[in-house]
């Protein structure tokens, strides 16, 4: 392991740059998308809980990487969870669980929390 930097300092403008360079490139670690379901699926909720919300009854994650939304489509698709996915006018990437799974989604999350 590498020596951590004890006292860096970054200007606003390099920490912007940071986090928009991250934001654009993140991914799921392939560790993760060759876990089990429940292991995907605690991802999944986390996931919802922190970039998602209920919109009339779908579940929807909006996020300015595209790369990160085909990544969760992959855990979904996994999980046997019906989605769309579709890119808004302000650039935003959109995943949609659609409304048939939600029921299954459900019954998942209490077995997982069982």
Do not use: W
């Amino acid at each position: 392991m590498g020596r951590k930097p004890t006292k860096m300092v970054l200007t606003k403008e390099e920490i912007d740059q940071v986090i928009k360079r991250f934001s654009e490139t993140a991914k799921i670690p392939s560790q993760i998308l060759k876990k089990n379901s429940d292991y995907k699926l605690a991802f999944l909720i986390a996931l919802i809980i922190d970039e998602g919300h209920i919109d009339s009854g779908l579940i929807l994650i909006r996020m300015k990487n595209e790369k990160l939304i085909k990544d969760i489509n992959k855990i979904c698709v996994d999980l046997n969870y019906k989605t769309t996915i579709s890119k808004g006018k302000d650039d935003m990437s959109n995943i949609y669980i659609l409304s048939g799974s939600i029921r299954k989604f459900y019954c998942d999350y209490l077995r997982l929390i069982e």
